[in-house]
């Protein structure tokens, strides 16, 4: 059976905000396959925001809409700002960084095969972001925001939508 397409408003969606306990980061989740271990989401990142380094398990897209930012591990390949696509191969480590002087809050999609994992100094994972734990985090977010009534997500291998509040138990 065909399911029909999917369209999420980018300005109405709702904002996980402080991701990742970081007050510069603002998550909207757009898409969640588990059994196709992928997921999409638009973050938002403050002017001079540092991320935790990380690596991924299988290959990111990245379409910046705004702002300016860049991974430190690689100064000299240019800086992705607003109309930029950036491809990353699968095992690649990196640490984003805004720009000090993006001027305006950069704002990107990124689509994410595998998981990410998040490093301390020392290279050592010490959390894992992939498809199941994203949309627990972003549903758990939400309800402890008190937001009701949200628009429906495709989740699974299947594709089916589903609301995000009929998923806390996921």
Same mark, same amino acid.
């Given at each position: ?13 709702? &904002?996980?905000?402080? &991701?990742? @306990? ?34 991924? *398990? ?5 379409? *910046?809409?705004?702002?300016? &930012? ?8 240019? +800086? ?10 699968? $095992? ?5 960084? =805004?720009?000090?002087?993006? $001027?305006?809050?950069?704002? =990107?999609? #990124?689509?994410? +095969? ?11 994972? =010490? ?10 985090? +972003?549903?758990? #977010? ?5 937001? @009701? ?11 089916? +939508? ?9």
């Amino acid at each position: 059976m065909i399911k029909e397409s999917f369209h999420a408003d980018l300005e109405t969606r709702p &904002w996980a905000e402080h &991701w990742a @306990s970081d007050p510069g980061i603002r998550l909207q989740l757009l898409m969640a396959d588990i059994e196709g271990q992928r997921f999409a989401v638009r973050m938002q990142f403050e002017p001079g925001l540092l991320a935790i380094p990380h690596k991924h *398990t299988g290959e990111v897209h990245a379409i *910046t809409r705004a702002g300016k &930012w860049s991974y430190l591990e690689y100064p000299h390949s240019p +800086y992705n700002m607003a109309g930029s696509y950036l491809f990353e191969p699968p $095992g690649t480590a990196h640490t984003l960084k =805004v720009a000090d002087d993006a $001027g305006e809050v950069t704002d =990107v999609i #990124f689509i994410i +095969y595998g998981a990410m994992l998040h490093l301390d100094e020392g290279g050592n994972v =010490v959390a894992v972001t992939d498809a199941h734990s994203v949309i627990s985090e +972003y549903s758990a #977010f939400l309800q402890t925001a008190g937001f @009701s009534g949200i628009e429906k997500i495709p989740i699974g291998g299947q594709m089916n +939508y589903r609301d995000v509040s009929d998923i806390a138990s996921f």
